[in-house]
């Protein structure tokens, strides 16, 4: 996960324009809104990126936790919040001595995909001690096999379509297609698991699991399991 961790913290080209970064990260605090049931849960969004819209979330639960891997994005969050007395930006190592049995909700969104299988079961372990026992772990975004880098363009030209931003989506991902993007997807790959796959392994970690029936995010074709110690 290191070399994804130094391109999404490098200035990269994945987001076309100002307006789909935004609308990226709005889109996702919607969908992690709609998973908060109480004003009163500890949220936690793992690996969480920019995290543009975040106090969206914030206003609807007690705290928020930021965990974020790459330094320089964390550093951002920090400076981004940091008048905002309910969200609190954290490493992913420092979670390892947060409480156990002392977060509500978990979203870890379109970040398996970049990790090793052994990587992913550690997070698994970490995200599953934080966890009250009622909690539920919302695992989001996560790329099937069979489903390429076309299903994500048209995902991303339909998302922009909608917008008023599709000049920009055509423009950037040409750019995307001469910047180490793609040789950095073939070189190290992604991880996919199909729902069997990742219903199976989120179980071997602990989790009752089952596929929500929408995806989070704007891919449709991408899928979200909806976990529960």
């Given amino acids: 996960m290191d070399e994804w961790i130094d391109y999404y ?3 990269h080209t994945i987001y076309v324009s ?8 709005e889109v996702i605090a919607r969908d992690i809104i709609g998973y908060i049931t109480s004003p009163d849960a500890v949220v936690l969004d793992y690996a969480c990126g920019e995290a543009l819209s975040a106090a969206k979330v914030a206003d609807v639960c007690a705290i928020l936790y930021l965990a974020e891997p790459a330094p320089s ?7 981004r919040f940091a008048l905002n007395t309910k969200i609190r930006v954290r490493s992913l190592d420092e979670l390892r001595s947060m409480d156990e049995n002392s977060v509500d909700l ?18 698994f372990d970490a995200i599953r001690q934080l966890l009250k026992p009622s909690g539920r772990f919302v695992l989001g975004d996560n790329l099937p096999p069979g489903v390429g880098m076309f299903r994500d363009v048209l995902a991303l ?23 180490d993007y793609p040789q950095l997807r ?17 179980g071997a970690a602990g989790f009752k699991a089952t596929r929500a029936p929408r995806n989070t995010g704007y891919n449709p074709w991408r899928m979200t399991f909806v976990a529960h110690n």
């Fill in 157 to 179: 030209l339909r998302f922009a379509a909608t917008h008023a931003f599709l000049r920009d989506a055509l423009i950037g991902l040409i750019n995307t297609a001469l910047s």
């Fill in 18 to 25: 100002r307006l789909h970064r935004d609308l990226h990260f």
């Fill in 9 to 11: 913290g490098s200035t």
């Fill in 186 to 202: 073939h070189r190290i790959g992604l991880q996919r698991y199909s729902e069997t796959e990742m219903i199976t392994k989120l």
């Fill in 73 to 79: 994005v964390r550093d951002r969050l920090i400076a």
């Fill in 106 to 123: 978990v979203v870890m969104n379109g970040v398996a995909q970049y990790m090793t299988p052994e990587e992913l079961d550690s997070a």
